[in-house]
């Protein structure tokens, strides 16, 4: 195994996609850790530990990739939903509002870790009541942070963002990009 090698830790799919578009060669691991927050751990904190953690839960040699994106609204964070009335729930308190997604990314080797997190705000338009339903009876929100794909079927839910659109998807390629190239 080359020592050069890239290993993004996670089993996301939009990740996988997202870093194969820097023409990289990589493979996956997916990393298993406890992702429960701390009681009075503050978002960014929360994010960028188990971006941390999850890079260390994986062995091998070369350069590790590993990822935690949150919703946060109000320093409240929005994690995966686990129902479908949690699923409303976040949709609606989205709804008219901003929020901001975190991405936290842990990049390291046996010399050398760096972590970092990357904040985009993303603007809701108000949504109906109707909207809300259907989109959470499509399935979509219920393996995402804040119960939404951007990518995906709320692609029209969002009146704006300000920040990196791939940070919303789940990888900032940008800054990864410029990390990487430091490695």
């Known amino acids: 195994m080359e020592t050069n090698q890239l290993i993004l830790a996670s089993a996301s799919p939009r990740r996988r996609e997202l870093l194969a578009t820097l023409g990289v060669d990589f493979r ?6 406890d992702e429960t927050p701390r009681p009075n751990e503050k978002p960014r904190a929360f994010a960028e530990r188990m971006a941390e953690e999850k890079a260390c839960a994986v062995d091998g040699a070369g350069i590790i990739i590993a990822a935690d994106t949150i919703v946060v609204q109000n320093e409240r964070i ?3 939903p686990s129902d479908a009335a949690q699923a409303r729930e976040m949709l609606a ?16 080797n046996a010399g050398r870790t760096v972590v970092f997190s990357v904040v985009t705000e993303v603007v809701f338009r108000t949504l109906t ?4 339903r259907n989109y959470v009876a499509t399935g979509e929100p219920m393996d995402k942070a ?9 692609a029209h839910m969002v009146r704006s963002i300000n920040g990196s659109y791939t940070n919303v998807v789940g ?6 990009h410029e990390i990487l190239i430091s490695f």
């Open 129 to 132: 009541k109707a909207e809300i």
């Open 93 to 108: 308190a989205l709804s008219g509002n901003m929020h901001e997604v975190v991405t936290s990314v842990c990049v390291k």
């Open 171 to 176: 990888l900032p390629l940008c800054k990864l």
């Open 28 to 33: 996956i691991v997916v990393p298993e850790i």
């Open 78 to 80: 929005l994690g995966k």
């Open 146 to 154: 804040g119960a939404y794909a951007i990518q995906g079927g709320a």
